[in-house]
């Protein structure tokens, strides 16, 4: 027995030997101080999430502001010959044969008369918008990473969206239209990657699944609230509904520059460990400084790792140098 001991004992304590000790992410620390995710914490990333229902609104705000309405015929109990109720549209009709069925400033088409005008000009507004996401998210996402942060890009596209909403309720015809659109579409494409990022990134693992889950039950509370405003609306304005949708965004920008924290990994990677320190404390009041040392050595390894990959396209020439 005392030989099979012998023989046994090396291989064990060589093996425990091949494996060193794995030396502490970021991640990993970080998880370890806010991983204990406390109600309040949670209800700051659940309320972060509601930016997602502003973010659904101004995605599908056009489905209802730029469809055609329907039209009648004038006098069609007198036998009036000139105007068809089966025509396919009215542009064909003489003037004064036929009306909307609402307001003709109910909707942007009926305003501008867009419907006799092609199919182009009806789709242009869509079009600049989703013209102005593909834009913004490419551009943006750089600022997110490097200069601004998740806090700053979103007040960032917040606001703008919001300035760019409120400016649309007085745009003259459909060539500022369109452009006010574009606007809002640059801007509006980062709002809900750092909604997102910024929500999973002030709590811990066990909470992120939850907060995932509130982002997009916002999401779909605001698409579910234009069919809401638009039958509130449906004999007003069209200008309305970009004021409804535009001005409570600007109010809950102001709340989250108050109330929400920046990201303490985005603050860990930039090399400020100070602030990180002070956003970690205000999510979790039990900790104190003493209990940090861990994270020298984690910044100091990403300083390292990162030194050659700094400026506003470092994520680009991390994802171009991988295979």
């Known amino acids: 027995m005392s030989m099979a001991n012998a023989a046994t004992a090396p291989l064990l304590t060589s093996s425990q030997d091949a494996e060193p000790a794995k030396e502490p992410s ?3 620390v970080i998880e370890m101080y806010i991983g ?24 599908f705000i056009s489905a209802f502001m730029d469809a055609e309405p329907r039209w009648h015929c004038l006098n069609a109990s007198t036998g009036n010959s000139s105007c068809s109720p089966g025509a396919a549209s009215p542009c064909a009709l003489p003037p004064g044969s036929w009306a ?25 507004p869509a079009s600049s918008f989703f013209a102005g996401c593909l834009a913004g998210g490419f551009l943006l996402t750089t600022l997110a990473d490097s200069l601004l942060g998740r806090k700053k890009m979103l007040l960032v596209s917040l606001v703008s969206t919001s300035i760019a909403g409120v400016l649309t309720a007085f745009a003259p015809n459909v ?11 640059f801007f509006r494409s980062m709002v809900g990657t750092c ?26 509370v605001g698409f579910l609230s234009l069919p809401a405003l638009a039958y509130a609306f449906r004999d007003a304005s069209w200008r ?31 090399g400020r460990k100070k602030a990180a320190l002070q956003q970690i404390m205000s999510l979790n009041g039990s900790c104190t400084t003493a209990r940090f040392t861990m994270l020298d050595a984690c910044v100091v390894r ?9 400026g506003v396209f470092a994520a680009l020439q991390v994802m171009w140098e991988r295979k």
């Open 195 to 220: 909604t997102l990022v910024l929500s999973t990134e002030i709590v811990g693992k066990r909470c992120r699944s939850a907060v995932n889950v509130a982002g997009f039950f916002s999401f779909a």
């Open 240 to 270: 309305n509904m970009y004021l409804w949708t535009s001005v409570p965004c600007l109010f809950y920008s102001v709340l989250v520059y108050f109330l929400v924290q920046e990201s303490p990994r985005w603050l860990l990677v930039r």
């Open 175 to 185: 060539w500022a239209y369109a452009a006010l659109r574009l606007v809002a579409g």
């Open 26 to 28: 970021i991640d990993d």
């Open 302 to 310: 990403e300083d390292n790792a990162g030194a050659s990959g700094e």
């Open 100 to 124: 909307w069925d609402r307001p003709a400033e109910a909707s942007v088409v009926s305003e501008w008369t867009l419907n006799c005008t092609g199919p182009a000009l009806v789709s242009l």
């Open 36 to 59: 204990a995710t406390g109600a309040l914490q949670l209800l700051k990333a659940i309320f972060l999430t509601f930016a997602w229902a502003f973010d659904a609104q101004q995605v």
